[in-house]
């Protein structure tokens, strides 16, 4: 009887760990466009950083990441078994902070050029301090992390909706720890390629495969910073993409209208299918920057207001 219910337990954890293998899965499949941004944004977020402080400041802000996750989780679970309702207008809500930030940095590059063509010195200095400088980098890029992880957290949600509360907690879990692995690992791996490149390219020798890795060395060196203004472009980008994306899927007249020009575009000649899969992305940049120049204009006038 007991070694019945032995492998009757047995199977059940089997069938479980099933269920969870093929849910992280589809997750891990819809969230991989979320999982990009949020790697681009943090490669950005943490750039600028003296070389010897880049590796801490990553793995500050993945702890920070892993502590939002802590909370997404649970408040996820919670607000889908009382309150489903509130999961999209709270989503809207971090996008258009997304938004905000996003214009933020765009405004601030456009009005303060000269901020650009400052040393790190110089930035340490005007911000105050080297540890203030890197505490005021690790919050915003938490900040940013967990709107994205939200939208993870949302998305991987969907998915196991409809499976058994046990399936819905590992999963989330699972997906959870595996993505924040992924991105910071990358990240840190992104931030030290020029120390790889420097190693490679100080190699000894005159060998054939010591010239050629002393060559990709040299190469590393020389990308890297094409590589960290590129992560800083596309990190802009994506927070447009991404908060103009939530928005849009809140706001469904606009996200229907989206997609109906989309499939309109499609119609052309030659280039339609290729640029109705790029349009929606457009529009949804487009609109996140009309709406992270409104808010920006609201709290602007909220703080000139304040201040009288």
């Known amino acids: 009887m007991a070694g019945a219910s032995l492998l009757t337990l047995l199977d059940d954890i089997a069938a479980i760990l099933d269920d969870v293998a093929l849910m992280s899965k589809v997750a891990a499949?819809?969230?991989a466009g979320v999982?990009?941004?949020d790697l681009a944004l943090n490669a950005q977020q943490v750039s600028g950083v003296n070389a010897d402080r880049e590796l801490p400041v990553v793995w500050a802000v993945a702890k920070g990441s892993l502590r939002n996750k802590c909370v997404l989780v649970p408040a996820a679970l919670l607000i889908s078994a009382f309150i489903p309702w509130a999961v999209t207008p709270l989503l809207m809500l971090g996008g258009l902070f997304l938004c905000y930030e996003g214009f933020e940095k765009l405004y601030h590059s456009m009005v303060h050029k000269q901020q650009e063509e400052m040393s790190h010195a110089e930035l340490v200095e005007a911000v105050g301090d080297l540890k203030a400088?890197?505490?005021e980098k690790v919050a915003g890029a938490i900040r940013t992390d967990f709107v994205l992880s939200a939208e993870i957290?949302?998305?991987?949600?969907?998915?196991?909706?409809?499976?058994s509360f046990l399936t819905q907690v590992v999963t989330l879990s699972v997906i959870a720890v595996l993505m924040t692995i992924g991105v910071y690992g990358l990240v840190a791996g992104i931030v030290k390629l020029d120390d790889a490149g420097l190693y490679l390219s100080q190699r000894q020798g005159q060998?054939?495969?010591t010239r050629f890795w002393r060559w990709i060395g040299g190469g590393l060196v020389n990308a890297?910073?094409?590589l960290m203004r590129g992560l800083t472009l596309v990190g802009t980008i994506a927070m447009f993409m991404v908060g103009g994306g939530i928005l849009t899927h809140g706001i469904h007249i606009i996200g229907e209208q989206?997609?109906?020009w989309a499939s309109l575009v499609a119609q052309w000649i030659v280039i339609g299918p290729f640029l109705s899969m790029l349009t929606p992305s457009l529009l949804n940049s487009l609109f996140g920057v009309i709406a992270g120049a409104i808010v920006l204009l609201l709290m602007s006038l909220i703080g000139k207001l304040g201040l009288k």
């Open 35 to 37: 999982l990009g941004d």
């Open 133 to 135: 400088f890197e505490k």
């Open 207 to 209: 060998g054939g495969l």
């Open 29 to 31: 499949r819809k969230t």
């Open 258 to 260: 989206f997609n109906l």
């Open 224 to 226: 890297a910073p094409y």
């Open 153 to 163: 957290i949302a998305i991987t949600l969907g998915v196991v909706a409809e499976s």
